[in-house]
């Protein structure tokens, strides 16, 4: 149990364009979803925090407006980076969390920006 | 002072013996914690969470928390090739707020 996946596990854009990703909770219902970011060789870092019919809590010195989230259902988020540029190329990942805050993560989106 | 503190390593092991992983977190008032594995270029995966004092096993791994000392642990007996990656160690503080520690990369010698 507590799968999560995320669509796509990799994408090519090029600079300027709009890139979304999909993180879906298969087989439970996800009260919270996370998305981070992880550059190769470094550790992982929080960009946001949904909660589903709310809007995202974004950390500090993430952009909200660069980086759109919604959680539409208890089961999906979505992040979509928005006029993706190079330094956006990264690790996408998103995780689920269930009763006593256990996260559970997807296999993660990689991004690379022409 | 990051939140949560883990050894970076390498932490070199050879197989068949045990790997010790350690972490140290600032926030008292921590509730849960957790270990979570992550292969490189893979994204974490969750070993084990604990939340009372003491030790609990699972197969091969067990953790060890020790609220007083704001101390947790994460023991790999028998280490395997397969064990080589990278252990995070993760905690839910009183803020409500999920901390990752930076990771420990173990690698495990044939």
């Known amino acids: 149990g507590a799968v999560v996946s995320q669509h796509p596990s990799r994408v090519i854009c090029k600079s300027g364009t709009s890139v979304k990703i999909e993180c879906r909770s298969l087989?439970?219902?996800?009260?919270?979803m996370f998305w981070y970011r992880q550059f190769p060789k470094q550790s992982l870092m929080l960009m946001a925090t949904?909660?589903?019919?709310?809007?995202?809590?974004?950390e500090q010195g993430v952009e909200k407006d660069k980086f759109l989230i919604n959680h539409a259902s208890l089961t999906l988020s979505t992040l979509t980076v928005t006029s993706a540029h190079p330094e956006d190329s990264s690790f996408y990942i998103c995780?689920?969390?269930?009763?006593?805050?256990?996260?559970?993560f997807g296999p993660g989106t990689r991004l690379l920006v022409l | 002072q990051k939140e949560v503190e883990q050894n970076s390593g390498p932490l070199s092991v050879p197989e068949g013996a045990i790997a010790s992983l350690n972490c140290t977190y600032s926030?008292?008032?921590?509730?849960?914690f957790f270990w979570y594995r992550q292969y490189s270029g893979k994204s974490p995966e969750l070993i084990m969470f604990?939340?009372?004092?003491g030790d609990k096993e699972d197969g091969r791994f067990t953790a060890q928390l020790n609220k007083a000392s704001q101390y947790v642990s994460l023991l790999i007996r028998d280490s395997q090739p397969s064990d080589s990656a990278t252990y995070l160690c993760?905690?839910?503080?009183?803020?409500?707020?999920?901390?990752f520690g930076a990771g420990t990369q173990v690698v495990v010698t044939p």
């Open positions: 995780s689920a969390s269930v009763v006593q805050e256990t996260q559970y």
């Open positions: 087989d439970f219902q996800a009260t919270t």
């Open positions: 949904s909660n589903e019919g709310s809007k995202a809590t974004y």
């Open positions: 926030d008292r008032g921590s509730q849960s």
């Open positions: 604990i939340y009372s004092n």
């Open positions: 993760a905690v839910y503080d009183s803020w409500g707020k999920f901390q």
